[in-house]
């Protein structure tokens, strides 16, 4: 029984940083990956980042590359999204899913992921 849960998000000023955790319980598949995701209102739920539990490799949007970085904690079962120089697109609730099954590399697809958090809000300001 996996449960995902994100917690960090708030808001900031543009330019800001925050770091958001998603702790997946019950999901220990050396197989899988874990990604965020996030949605502004009237618009679809976009890819961020994802990262292979197998090797760690790590994918990220062109929209956030070199300003946010993706990262995990094995131990603790727990993956972080630190963000940097934030900017008022990146306004949206954030959310972080499972995949169960990674054949190579995570990839950025809604349909991939298996289990999903209930989301955070982070809000930019300018």
């Known amino acids: 029984q996996v449960q995902v849960v994100e917690s960090g998000g708030g808001s900031v000023q543009s330019g800001g940083s925050l770091r958001l955790s998603c702790a997946a319980s019950?999901?220990?598949?050396?197989?899988?990956?874990i990604g965020w995701f996030r949605q502004a209102p009237g618009k679809e739920r976009e890819g961020v980042s994802c990262i292979t539990n197998r090797d760690g490799t790590t994918v990220y949007a062109d929209s956030v590359k070199g300003r946010f970085t993706i990262s995990r904690d094995n131990a603790k079962n727990t993956v972080y999204l630190q963000m940097n120089s934030l900017k008022p697109e990146d306004t949206g609730v954030y959310y972080c899913?499972?995949?169960?099954?990674?054949?190579?590399?995570?990839?950025?697809?809604?349909?991939?992921?298996?289990?999903w958090g209930q989301g955070t809000q982070v809000t930019v300001s300018s």
């Open positions: 019950g999901f220990t598949s050396n197989n899988g990956g």
């Open positions: 899913a499972a995949d169960r099954v990674v054949v190579r590399r995570c990839v950025l697809r809604r349909n991939d992921y298996h289990y």
